[in-house]
T-cell receptor, first 113, second 112 residues
Framework: AQKVTQAQTEISVVEKEDVTLDCVYE???????LFWYKQPPSGELVFLIR??????QNEISGRYSWNFQKSTSSFNFTITASQVVDSAVYFC??????????FGAGTRLTVKP | AAGVIQSPRHLIKEKRETATLKCYPI?????VYWYQQGPGQDPQFLIS???????DKGSIPDRFSAQQFSDYHSELNMSSLELGDSALYFC???????????FGPGTRLTVT
């Protein structure tokens, strides 16, 4: 069975701090996809990244970076120099076929000025 | 760039009524997914369509049905509504089943 665990329910940081959101997954499949989505207070789900199980390269996009480690089944997300606009709920998700995405419970990030 | 369009954005219905939610995917996207997000919950996959055929099925109640039309838009039909159906309903689309899903703004359904 697939499972995504985001152990951090809520995180609060002060602007310009770095923050890492943890994601641990379980799957029996050898081919799978991992995702991160951002859900700001307005409610929409914003796609951030998709990574397939064969690509363990870490990725950096501006202030965002992702660390994929198959050995520990983790796909952590780091925001450097956080800003107030980063405040949102962040979901990690897993799919074995890019169809049925299983989401984690989400981490609510609050960035204070 | 064009995004996924969902209508209506807000809907209020009474118990036992029916509701129809519509989703218009990003142009050239042939795959549509429906998710339900209850208050304070993570999104739950309901159903997906690829090239107008049902592709995958998740935790969709029997009271709900969906289809994808020839223009690739999709409709989620919900009957005998219950209070527990109050949620944010997201539609997502992807270029095909091998590409990432882009979500619409959601339809907030309130059942009273």
């Amino acid at each position: 069975a697939q499972k995504v665990t985001q152990a951090q329910t809520e995180i609060s940081v002060v602007e310009k701090e770095d923050v890492t959101l943890d994601c641990v997954y379980e799957t029996r499949d050898t081919t799978y996809y991992l995702f991160w989505y951002k859900q700001p207070p307005s409610g929409e789900l914003v796609f951030l990244i998709r990574r397939n199980s064969f690509d363990e390269q870490n990725e950096i996009s501006g202030r965002y970076s992702w660390n994929f480690q198959k050995s520990t089944s983790s796909f952590n997300f780091t925001i450097t120099a956080s800003q107030v606009v980063d405040s949102a709920v962040y979901f990690c998700a897993l799919s074995d076929n890019n169809n049925d995405m299983r989401f984690g419970a989400g981490t609510r990030l609050t960035v204070k000025p | 760039a064009a995004g996924v369009i969902q209508s209506p954005r807000h809907l209020i219905k009474e118990k036992r009524e029916t509701a129809t939610l519509k989703c218009y995917p990003i142009p050239r996207h042939d795959t549509v997914y429906w998710y339900q997000q209850g208050p304070g919950q993570d999104p739950q996959f309901l159903i997906s369509f690829y090239e107008k055929m049902q592709s995958d099925k998740g935790s969709i109640p029997d009271r709900f049905s969906a289809q994808q039309f020839s223009d690739y838009h999709s409709e989620l039909n919900m009957s005998s509504l219950e209070l527990g159906d109050s949620a944010l309903y997201f539609c997502a689309s992807s270029l095909d089943r091998d590409h990432e899903q882009y979500f619409g703004p959601g339809t907030r359904l309130t059942v009273t």
